[in-house]
């Protein structure tokens, strides 16, 4: 069974400009999660999806955005670019919100110029 | 606002030794306690799982128990092997808006 795929591995970018990552989560899955990962204050909470819909979102600014397919795949934007913004950023997913399990993916590695 | 404290943020110790980690969380309404391994560069790893009706989960040499009451998790290792030199995590889930919040990790080191 697959894992969660998280496209691409590595991206690098300049300041002002905007990035996409994908998340395709494990088959049969409907929930995603996003999480951004820094050296400084570790793994926080983007936001979820389920059905399509986001159901909860973290305590970060408009410029950081996303949303779920029918598929269940999931894309995060991230619109003019800030040197803060380089991180590692994981998508999780699970069969649903609340109690369940979640499983990662290994990331998209975001370095900002 | 729930919070989540991992104790001690480092940990070196010898091959073999039984060790334990420790998780607390502010808020005892939560879903579920997910601890997780980090190895550099890599995504997380679930090891266990705990719901929160259930007081503990073991999986090999892991063996996971959750308090909600006290807000505490320990996770268990035993017979530790250098393979086992990662950074563990433990994630809260609460109920209140099912966000889940990580604690900062402790970063293990097993020496052969």
């Known amino acids: 069974k697959a894992g969660v795929t998280q496209t691409p591995r590595y991206l690098i970018k300049t300041r002002g400009q905007q990035v996409t990552l994908s998340c395709s989560p494990i088959s049969g899955h409907r929930s995603v999660s996003w999480y951004q990962q820094t050296p400084g204050q570790g793994l926080q909470f983007l936001f979820e999806y389920f059905s399509e819909t986001q159901r909860n979102k973290g305590n970060f600014p408009g410029r950081f955005s996303g949303r779920q397919f029918s598929n269940s795949r999931s894309e995060m934007n991230v619109s003019t670019l800030e040197l803060g913004d380089s991180a590692l950023y994981l998508c999780?997913?699970?069969f649903g919100p609340g109690n369940q399990p979640q499983h990662f993916g290994d990331g998209t590695r975001l370095s900002i110029l | 606002k729930q919070e989540v404290t991992q104790i001690p943020a480092a940990l070196s110790v010898p091959e073999g030794e039984n060790l334990v980690l420790n998780c607390s969380f502010t808020d005892s309404a939560i879903y579920n306690l997910q601890w997780f391994r980090q190895d550099p560069g890599k995504g997380l790893t679930s090891l266990l799982l705990?719901?929160?009706?259930?007081r503990e989960q073991t999986s090999g040499r892991l063996n996971a128990s959750l308090d909600k009451s006290s807000g505490r998790s320990t996770l268990y290792i035993a017979a530790s092997q250098p393979g086992d030199s990662a950074t563990y995590l433990c994630a809260v889930r609460s109920t209140g808006g099912f966000k889940t919040i990580f604690g900062a990790g402790t970063r293990l080191f097993v020496k052969a």
């Open positions: 705990i719901q929160s009706s259930q």
């Open positions: 999780a997913s699970s």
